[in-house]
């Protein structure tokens, strides 16, 4: 590895090994099975991050390569270097239990484990007068050098599962991995209007959306007009128990529902969010729509949208 970093910079590093109880415990999320997977990892890194843009560009089925760029909170040297291994994070002070994780998720396992089956270069900048490449392919970086970058984060990963010919062999055509992995952004562009999003693959937009923060303008980003036009905002507010000596926790729900007029045969166009991301599986999803209508008794007001405003297709944020 050239120039390693200093034994000083390591000391202020964020990026930090976890200890041996915490990697047991998060063990079972490590594995990553198909271009989408790695996707996943890497918006909700750069959402974590603070990002207000995140474009991903994807070639062919996203084992030849995924790119994701982003303008949020860079990384030193030091945890550049240190963010490519397994079992390093920033999300988890030591000693702290994963529950604490305010996150979208436990991330702590991203990149190391990606760089288990794939190429990973990792371009990043912390706002300092120069940035940071790391390549990495297998447990920790294989070449470290200074490179130019404004603030925030690249990550390309090449070559996945070039090692790996039986879970190579165990995706689908690349047009269903690719629709996994646009069914994967537009998610997560839906339920984050406040940032923008765009989606390239094969050099050709897919996608993009504004980021100015309204659900109408993601909407239409992601949906035709037909769609948007036909939709109704909803929204309400209610004080829930929270058990027994517990304070009241209020609870906003929002969203956008299609009209009638509009279907589709297939639920994944419901898309719920909680805190800013979509519930982690299916088991998730359904505990939050039966929670909003418990809370909720019915009681949420519906507000319709003048005819002639373009709003685009249908979305549940809770």
């Known amino acids: 590895m050239s120039d390693p970093a ?50 991903i560009e994807v070639a062919g089925d996203g084992t030849d390569r995924v790119r994701v760029s982003d303008d949020g909170r860079g990384m ?18 030591p000693g702290a239990s994963i529950s604490a994780v305010g996150t979208l998720g436990f991330r702590g396992e991203a990149l190391g ?41 690249t990550v390309t990963v090449r070559h996945l599962f070039a090692d790996t010919p039986a879970r190579r062999e165990s995706l689908g055509t690349a047009r269903t991995e690719f629709a996994r992995v646009s069914d994967a952004v537009s998610r997560y562009a839906l339920v984050r209007p406040d940032v923008s999003f765009s989606l390239t693959h094969d050099g050709s937009e897919v996608f993009s959306t504004p980021g100015t923060g309204g659900y109408d303008d993601a909407l239409l980003g992601v949906y035709d007009r037909q769609v948007a036009a036909r939709t109704i905002r909803f929204e309400a507010t209610r004080d829930i128990e929270t058990g027994p000596g517990g304070s009241p926790a209020e609870v906003d729900v929002e969203g956008t529902l299609v009209q009638p007029s509009i279907t589709r045969a297939r639920r994944e166009h419901v898309f719920v969010a909680v805190d800013g991301g979509p ?34 297709r249908a979305v549940s944020p809770l």
């Open 6 to 55: 200093s034994e000083s910079d390591r000391a202020t590093a964020s990026v930090h090994r976890l200890d041996e109880a915490t990697i047991a415990s998060v063990a079972a999320g490590e594995v990553v099975t198909r271009p989408a997977d790695v996707v996943v990892e890497l918006i909700e890194n750069s959402l974590d991050a603070g990002a207000t843009r995140i474009e």
């Open 76 to 93: 030193s040297r030091a945890d550049t270097e240190l963010a490519v291994e397994r079992h390093t994070t920033s999300k988890l002070e």
């Open 113 to 153: 484990s990606i760089a288990t089956v794939a190429t990973v270069e990792l371009l990043t900048n912390d706002g300092g007068p120069r940035g940071t490449r790391v390549v990495a392919e297998g447990p920790e970086a294989s070449r470290i050098e200074p490179a130019g970058r404004a603030r925030g984060t």
């Open 279 to 312: 519930p982690p599986g299916r088991g998730a999803l359904d505990g939050s729509r039966r929670f909003a209508r418990t809370a909720f008794g019915g009681r949420i007001r519906v507000r319709r949208r003048a005819r002639d405003r373009t709003v685009p």
